[in-house]
């Protein structure tokens, strides 16, 4: 049974798998976050195809720019774009942080659906946030940020609400 196997049937069984790639050779962390990726929509899909249920399943990428396709790249194959694009039929969800929201493919950002927005250190960012919704009136506050009175400050926009809102969150206690 392959490892890859063994995380599928822990998903349908509603386990979390946690796999962190995040120490070793980035081409290695990008082969097998791909891989996996693969693994799971294709799985999902033949499930959809069969009209089988699918569960829920979180995908979650700390610093996707270096693993999402760039800006630049029109191969909409690609998993990440598949997984945006048609992850919702199969209740395949993408979560993703970067600072680097302006390298990121264009098809994974005008599919992002929520938007938490702390801090982006330049104007590149800034002109690409303005791209997707109404960032306009936060760009200046989002690249002027303080450390000492910033904290756990956010614009945010969801789904279901057409306004962005700038919130403060708190941190987790306990």
């Not at 995380?7 to 996996?36: A, H, M, T």
């Not at 993408?94 to 990121?104: D, F, R």
Request: glycine content about 4%; hydrophobic content about 35%.
């Amino acid at each position: 049974e392959s490892f890859e196997t063994e995380i599928i049937n822990s998903l349908r069984v509603g386990q979390i798998v946690i796999i962190d790639l995040s120490q070793g050779d980035p081409l290695i962390q990008k082969l097998y976050s791909e891989r996996i990726c693969k693994k799971v929509f294709n799985d999902s899909m033949n499930r959809f195809i069969r009209t089988k249920p699918n569960n829920f399943i979180q995908f979650y990428f700390e610093e996707a720019h270096n693993l999402f396709p760039k800006k630049e790249e029109k191969d909409l194959s690609q998993i990440y774009n598949r997984i945006a694009k048609e992850g919702a039929k199969l209740n395949l969800g993408l979560i993703y942080a970067t600072q680097e929201v302006s390298s990121i493919s264009s098809n994974i950002l005008k599919n992002t659906q929520n938007w938490f927005i702390a801090h982006l250190n330049n104007e590149d960012e800034t002109k690409e946030l303005r791209k997707y919704y109404d960032f306009g009136d936060f760009t200046e506050s989002l690249v002027r940020f303080s450390a000492k009175n910033d904290k756990g400050f956010v614009r945010m926009k969801t789904y279901s609400n057409p306004f962005i809102v700038p919130v403060q969150i708190d941190k987790f206690s306990a």
